[in-house]
């Protein structure tokens, strides 16, 4: 006696979701097609939701990435790179232009007003330049 061919429920049959994707039929290889091409919208998707992410190295407000900063001065391995290097350093040297100008008892404005070669600005150029790493023409366009 024959029997007739086994149905799958309903929601077991994925013939019509395979024809949609242009797959034949299901079959090992179609499973597999299936997964690939699943897999390549999952990716295209989370590219868009991450982009954000890999472009900042701490994602979050202004106040919060102000906070990591602070606290990455001076505990920087060999393995952080570039931005937040780069930033915490700007940090660590706007501290210290900070603490100076209040023991100087200058403003921001005295900076600008100053000339180039005055011996305090020139102090405060060798002490950045001897506790941080910025660049000299950083320090030549900040102070």
Do not use: C, Y
Not at 3 to 16: E, G, H, I, S
Not at 41 to 69: H, K, P, S, T, Y
């Amino acid at each position: 006696m024959l029997k007739a061919p086994r149905q799958r429920p309903p929601w077991l049959r994925v013939d019509r979701i395979f024809g949609e994707m242009g797959i034949p039929r299901e079959s090992v290889a179609g499973r597999r097609r299936f997964e690939q091409i699943l897999e390549a919208r999952r990716l295209e998707d989370q590219a868009e939701a991450f982009e954000q992410i890999r472009n900042v190295w701490v994602f979050g407000d202004e106040e919060f990435r102000q906070e990591m900063l602070g606290q990455a001065v001076g505990r920087l391995g060999k393995n952080h790179f570039g931005p937040e290097r780069t930033e915490t350093e700007i940090m660590k040297a706007e501290r210290i232009i900070e603490e100076e100008l209040e023991s100087l008892g200058w403003a921001e404005s005295d900076l600008v007003e100053r000339r180039k070669g005055d011996p305090l600005k020139v102090k405060l150029a060798a002490r950045l330049r001897r506790e941080s790493t910025v660049t000299i023409a950083w320090i030549a366009k900040r102070l």
